[in-house]
Nanobody, 120 residues
Framework: QVHLVESGGGLVQAGGSLRLSCAASGSIFRYNVGAWYRQRPGNQREQVAVITNGGMTDYLDSVKGRFTISRDNSNNTVYLRMNSLEPEDTAVYYC??????????????WGQGTLVAVSS
């Protein structure tokens, strides 16, 4: 199986920055897709950013130009750099990993979530 550990959340003032990290460990043959989702209070979970094994990225419209997703394949870690944070970015952020295990199984794994709170 695969285990994800997230870090980097916290409280920040509007206009500030944070970087989230998601480290994957376990039976990882190929880390296919990494993504960050968030769930804002009273809203459904939404995909914020995604990055493929080849480095292609896509972003939620409201974070384009402010957030950057990246990955370090050498240690199976995906990052989310968040700049110019707004109170509307306040949410629990979840890491998602779509991985092929050494047994050839497709795995879709979630992190435990990390809270990002942006004060005005």
């Amino acid at each position: 199986q695969v285990h994800l550990v997230e870090s980097g959340g916290g409280l920040v003032q509007a206009g500030g920055s944070l970087r989230l990290s998601c480290a994957a460990s376990g039976s990882i043959f190929r880390y296919n897709v990494g993504a960050w989702y968030r769930q804002r209070p009273g809203n459904q979970r939404e995909q914020v950013a995604v990055i493929t094994n080849g480095g292609m990225t896509d972003y939620l419209d409201s974070v384009k130009g402010r957030f950057t997703i990246s990955r370090d394949n050498s240690n199976n870690t995906v990052y989310l750099r968040m700049n110019s944070l707004e109170p509307e970015d306040t949410a629990v952020y979840y890491c998602n990993a779509r991985i092929t295990s050494w047994r050839g199984e497709p795995l879709d794994t979630w992190g435990q979530g990390t809270l990002v709170a942006v004060s005005s």
